[in-house]
Nanobody, 122 residues
Framework: QVQLVESGGGSVQAGGSLKLSCAAS????????LAWFRQAPGKDREGVAS???????TYYADCVKGRFTIVQPANNTVHLQMNSLKPEDTATYYC????????????????WGQGIQVTVSS
């Protein structure tokens, strides 16, 4: 079945950078959207960035705009380059695939990775 596996997380000082990667396999269809979400302890999961796979158009949450970049170099790979990291970015980050272009809503994505931790210290 479909699997999404994240890598590249870790701990970094505020102002630093990390690059997350997601490797996908087992697709029975081509999803319209690949996205990154995150969830901090005690908070709801929130959308971070997504890409329209057929055109490459990208979408970002306001809180990461100008700092994060989502890139899809291949059909089975999506990256999240995170620059100028802040302590507020600390969360578990999830890769997701779904049918809705431009979506950053959890309930509009079907397939999910298991998550990877990002910790930003002040």
């Amino acid at each position: 079945q479909v699997q999404l596996v994240e890598s590249g997380g870790g701990s970094v000082q505020a102002g630093g950078s990390l690059k997350l990667s997601c490797a996908a396999s087992g697709y029975t269809y081509s999803p319209s959207s690949l996205a990154w979400f995150r969830q901090a302890p005690g908070k709801d999961r929130e959308g971070v960035a997504s890409v329209w796979t057929r055109r490459g158009t990208t979408y970002y949450a306001d809180c990461v705009k100008g700092r994060f970049t989502i890139v899809q170099p291949a059909n089975n790979t999506v990256h999240l380059q995170m620059n100028s990291l802040k302590p507020e970015d600390t969360a578990t980050y999830y890769c997701a695939a779904g049918p809705i272009v431009g979506s950053l809503r959890q309930d509009e994505f079907r397939y999910w990775g298991q998550g990877i931790q990002v910790t930003v210290s002040s």
